[in-house]
């Protein structure tokens, strides 16, 4: 269901950008399982270039059980722009999620009126893909904007109204980082490395998904892939606890 968007996704970071392959850990890139009703297989790919620090994008196919397509952009830390979040997820045809935000790094009123603000007449262009639903796993004011497109669907919608609020999102996104003026000073900078740390803890810590994950591959390897691969800044809760009993 979401391959249409995966390929809009890879075709335009590699007409925009000047990419280069990021190390994915061994054993993470590929796993297939026949635990579920059907066998799933999830792949994943991951680039950098000057702009972007990571870009990363995820695909489970489960057949008709699961179809999830997840992606965040870092830009580089010598920009002061929030993440672009993508989050798409199906199960059975039936129950159809659809998460897409610029994640704000910080909640100050002049970042949100620089960053955030410009999504306003986007978001007003799809009611009905902003349905204020709550969220189980998350503070919905840390991470994520009020302009954030968070709905139930259908798989019609999704192949209409979805996908042109996707390209919409995206190129609105490149357009603020081509605008975007390189950060120079070291604090800064530093800001802006403790603020996706800070992303990649928090997210870590709280993904619903790595239930998922285990369900489908096994524990082990599911902490893996969150804590390596996905949001390689966290630090596992038992690690972060070992040290500091050390």
């Given at each position: 269901m979401y391959k249409p968007f995966l390929e809009f996704l890879e075709k335009e970071l590699f007409q925009r950008f000047d990419l280069q392959s990021r190390t994915i850990p061994n054993g993470l890139e590929v796993n297939?399982?026949?635990?579920g009703r059907s066998p799933a297989t999830i792949r994943s790919w991951c680039y950098e270039c000057p702009q972007l620090r990571k870009?990363?994008?995820?695909?489970i196919d489960a057949g008709e059980s699961a179809q999830i397509f997840n992606s965040v952009i870092y830009p580089s830390h010598q920009y002061n722009l929030p993440l672009l979040g993508i989050d798409f997820l199906s199960f059975g045809?039936?129950?159809?999620?659809?998460v897409l935000d610029f994640q704000p790094l910080f909640q100050d009123e002049a970042y949100i009126k620089k960053y955030i603000e410009p999504l306003k007449f986007l978001h007003e262009n799809y009611p009905d893909l902003a349905q204020n639903l709550e969220m189980k796993f998350y503070?919905?004011?840390q991470y994520f904007?009020?302009?954030l497109l968070f709905a139930k669907t259908d798989p019609a919608t999704v192949a209409t109204r979805v996908f042109a609020a996707f390209q919409d999102y995206l190129k609105l996104y490149w357009e603020m980082l081509a605008r975007e003026p390189l950060l120079t000073d070291p604090e800064d900078i530093q800001r802006v490395i403790k603020a996706q740390k800070d992303y990649d803890q928090y997210s870590a810590d709280r993904d619903p998904a790595s239930g998922l994950f285990s369900s489908y591959f096994g524990h082990e390897w599911s902490e893996k892939f969150l804590y390596e691969f996905l949001f390689e800044d966290a630090v596992p809760l038992a690690?972060?606890?070992k040290t500091v009993k050390v």
């Open positions: 297939v399982s026949d635990r870009a990363r994008y995820t695909y045809k039936v129950k159809n999620l659809i503070d919905a004011n904007s009020k302009y690690h972060a606890v």
